[in-house]
Structures are given as C-alpha cells and as structure tokens.
C-alpha cells in the first residue's frame, strides 16, 4: 500500500491523533460487542474503522475522502435497512415472535401466581408523606421490618411503640405509622418491593397486604425446557416456542427462519392474496393515472405559456405554480376538508345548486377519484416547469423548417415538439411514477386507506401497498405482522425496479428518434 507524503507537522499530529482515538473507541467497542455477541454490529464497526483508517494514509485511496460521506450515508441508509427487511422477511418476525430465546425464558420465569388458598399477610408502612422509613409486615411467626431498598430486618433490630396497646406499632424508630392516604403517595415505592420468602416472595396485593407469589414456571437447561410448577406440565423447546406433548404451546416465542413461507401466504393464503391483487391493481392506476394527468396537464400548460405571444406570461406562470410551492401536506389537508361528506365546499356547492350529495371520501370510486385529482393539482407544476425547461432546448430552426413545409401546428408538435420532449422528460416521468406508486403521504392523510371494503379484512379500497405494509406492521387485527409487511415491502422494491428498468430501457429508442432530426 503506497501512503500519503507526510504533510504540515500539525496537520500530520492532528491526522494521528483522530485515528488513534477513532481505532481505539473501535477496539474498546469490538470488546463489548464481542462480550454481547452482537457479531453483525462487530463486524460493521471493524470494517468502519479499518476503511477510514485506509482512505486516511492511503495515497491510492485518496480521491475516495470525496465518496466516503456519500457512501457511508448511502450504506447506512439504504444498504443496511434493505438488507435487514429482506432477512426479516425470510423469518417469522411478528407479534409473539420478537424476543430472543433467553429473554423468552426469562419473561416466561419470571411470571408468577398465587397458592391456592391464597396467602396474604397485612402491614403498615411507616414514615412521612414526603419520605416511606419502611413498611412492617405481620408475618405471624416472625414480623419483618421491610426497608425501601428492599433490605429485610428483624423486628427487634429497631424501636417498636404501641401508645394505645391495641398490639399494632403506632411508631418505629419515632416514625409514625402512616394511614392509607400517606400510604397513596408512596404507592410507587410499595408497589416495587419484592422480598424472597421461602421459595418464593411476597409482594403488594393491595393496599393493607403483602401477597405471597410463587414462580409458575421453571426452566430446565438439561431439557431445554419449561416447567408448570402449578401443574406440573413440561414444554420443550420447538423451533419458534415451547410446546407440550399434546401440542400446547407458551407465549411469547422467538424468531425463526421460515423461507419463502411468507411470500408463498401471498399467493396461496385467501386472507392475502385477494387483498394483494386488488391493491397491486388500484395501486398501478393509481401511479399510472397520476403521472399522465399531471404530465399531460403541465404539458399542456407549459406549451400555453412557451408562447410568447401570450400576455403576461409570468404572473402565469406564478400563479400555477403556487400547489408547487404549499407544503404538500398542508394542501392534502386542504384537499380533503374539499371533500368532506357533510361541511365540505364541493357537497355544499352541488347541493345547493343540483341538490345531490357525493360520498366523496366514503364509496370506493369516488374516494379514489378524490384522491387522484389531489395528486394531479400537486404534481402537475413540476410537469409545467420541467416542460418548459424541455422546451428551451428544443431548437427553432426545426419549427421554422416544418412550417416552410406546410406542417400544421399539430404535426410539429407530434413530430417534432413531443419526440424531442420525451428524450429529456422521459427519465423524469419514470421518476415520478416511483415517487407515485409509493406516495404513503397523501393515501394515509387523505383516506388512510379506507373506505372499507371488506368488514375484518386487512386492506381497505384505496390502499396501496406501501400502507397496505403499514397496516400489517402495525395495526393487523392479529397483532403486528412485521414479517409479512416486510416480504410486502421486498415485493414492492422488485416491481418498481423491474417497471423503472424496462422503461429505461424503452428511453432508448427515444434517442435513436432524436439522431434522425
């Protein structure tokens, strides 16, 4: 490896001084992860130090310092989150299938019940309202003095005062015994304590006793299983939970791989692959429509304005730009205030004037319509501006050509105006057809996806599929089935991919038609 001519003395302190900080913060977190076993994040922080430690005294590597921030950004933006959806969506990964096989166990032993009878025993606490001193537990053989540390002592280790000789404490220690609203304020505290007390422990049940709780489950390494100490069943560990003999099994489970199993519940599942197809469908019309309304819009208009015979052409195009300049939440807000069954201005225009009522945010058709013309008067501007920004490049020698021969206004533009166009705006329009297929934004603040159009069923009749993934990773009526949301989400990469691909290969011939002007 050949390396940087050493520089400037400071500079040259300064460039060992932040590599040695940075390769030893790197040994000290490799230790750690190496400790945890956190292998992936191991190996990333491994490999980060060692590239930047190359790109700073490599001479070779040298033009790389100016891609590295890109790249780094790049890698932990999209490389990293890419990477992880697919492996998620390869595994089971969902609601009851989220902790490790350890943290299973520990949440399954530290679960606990009551013996039956139930046993309790009472206690007053003791102390002021800003301050617990401590809490007596009246254990018949032998009372407890419990500490808000959570330290047990014997009774006779401290100052114990009946004023009254009704055989309760009134004082310990001179602290008065507390009543039951001193007793709210340090509900907290109470609420924490858990003293270990044969085989078990005893913990607060209510307000004027301490309960008695046993472990309910135990797990047994020899076996890798889990005991029902109240039943005495056994579970053994399966692939993703422990499972009785009889096919009973305990939540929560662990992760674990499952293949294609969840692409496959897409196609042969009735539960999803109906709602797949029919959202995949709306969601193609949706980008579709969007993209050509917009584009044929702001062609048209931009060709209107290119005219320079049309007075005020710059208040013009100030004006139609203004859905361009408005956040576009704020306008999809707007939009949607428009729509509104009952107060909204267009119900109110048209039943004043034609007495009739759209649905428009709650029949599938007319909320799909809503939201398609939403789309259009947000997007059209840029098609506006990019086309008149095509427009300059076109050449006028090639008009004043076409009319020498005759060619009528339509002609040149299908002829001339519009092949020349598409060379430039092609990539653009296939641009904006990805942005569109995956416009989460305007679906969820528009309609979120409804109206309904099957009751129970997961995807509603103007969902699209990136929140038609929203909804089965975080509001499925089985819990959050982020596997399946992320085999969605791989799914929706491969067809906008595939889509942008074939179209940027159809740009082609659009250049070839470009060499023959």
Do not use: C
């Not at 490896?1 to 000290?28: E, I, N």
């Not at 808000?148 to 000789?165: A, C, N, R, Y």
């Not at 959202?279 to 060709?303: D, I, K, P």
């Not at 996806?449 to 997961?458: A, S």
């Amino acid at each position: 490896m050949r390396y940087l001519r050493p520089g400037p003395l400071g500079s040259t302190l300064l460039k060992v001084l932040f590599l040695g900080l940075l390769d030893a913060g790197a040994v000290y977190f490799s230790v750690l992860l190496a400790w945890e076993g956190s292998w992936a994040a191991l190996v990333l922080v491994v490999a980060g130090a060692a590239g930047v430690t190359y790109l700073a005294l490599s001479q070779r590597a040298y033009p790389l310092r100016y891609l590295a921030p890109g790249l780094f950004f790049l890698v932990l933006m999209v490389v990293i989150p890419v990477a992880y959806n697919v492996y998620i969506s390869f595994t089971n990964y969902s609601t009851g299938h989220i902790l490790t096989k350890d943290q299973v166990i520990k949440v399954l032993t530290d679960k606990e019940y009551q013996p039956s009878p139930p046993i309790r025993y009472h206690f007053y606490g003791f102390g002021t309202e800003e301050a617990l001193y401590g809490v007596l537990i009246l254990i018949d053989s032998e009372p407890l003095f419990l500490r808000p540390d959570g330290e047990l002592e014997p009774l006779t280790e401290h100052e114990v005062v009946d004023v009254d000789g009704d055989g309760v404490a009134d004082k310990v220690d001179g602290y008065p015994r507390l009543g039951t609203r001193e007793l709210l304020a340090h509900y907290q505290v109470l609420q924490g304590l858990r003293v270990p007390w044969k085989g078990g422990w005893l913990r607060l049940a209510s307000l004027t006793q301490f309960g008695y709780f046993l472990p309910r489950y135990r797990y047994d390494p020899e076996r890798d299983a889990i005991v029902d100490q109240r039943t005495g069943k056994v579970y053994f560990a399966g692939p993703d939970r422990f499972v009785a003999e009889d096919g009973e099994g305990l939540d929560p489970g662990w992760p674990r791989w499952v293949g294609l199993a969840n692409y496959l519940r897409f196609i042969r599942d009735p539960l999803y692959h109906g709602a797949f197809g029919r959202v995949f469908l709306w969601n193609v019309e949706w980008a579709v429509l969007t993209v050509v309304l917009s584009f044929a819009l702001g062609l048209a208009l931009a060709v209107l304005l290119n005219d320079r015979k049309l007075k005020l052409r710059k208040l013009y195009r100030s004006l139609l730009i203004v859905p361009y300049a408005l956040p576009a939440f704020i306008s999809v807000l707007i939009w949607k205030g428009f729509f509104n069954t009952e107060v909204g201005l267009f119900n109110q225009l048209l039943g004043s004037h034609f007495g009739i009522r759209v649905p428009w945010l709650t029949d599938v058709f007319w909320a799909r319509f809503s939201l398609i013309l939403t789309n259009v008067w947000l997007t059209y501007p840029y098609m506006m501006l990019v086309s008149l920004g095509a427009l300059q490049s076109i050449p006028g020698e090639l008009y004043e050509a076409a009319a020498i021969d005759g060619a009528s206004p339509w002609r040149r533009f299908t002829r001339i105006t519009f092949p020349l166009l598409m060379i430039s705006i092609a990539p653009l329009l296939i641009g904006s057809f990805a942005f569109t297929f995956n416009n989460f934004t305007i679906i969820w603040l528009m309609t979120q996806g409804n109206p309904v159009v099957k009751i129970g069923g997961r995807a509603g009749g103007t969902d699209i599929l990136l929140s038609y993934a929203y909804k089965l990773a975080f509001q499925g009526a089985r819990g959050n089935e982020y596997a399946m949301a992320a085999a969605l989400g791989v799914i929706i990469f491969l067809i906008v991919a595939l889509i942008s691909g074939i179209s940027f290969l159809r740009t082609r011939a659009l250049e070839e038609v470009s060499r023959g002007l």
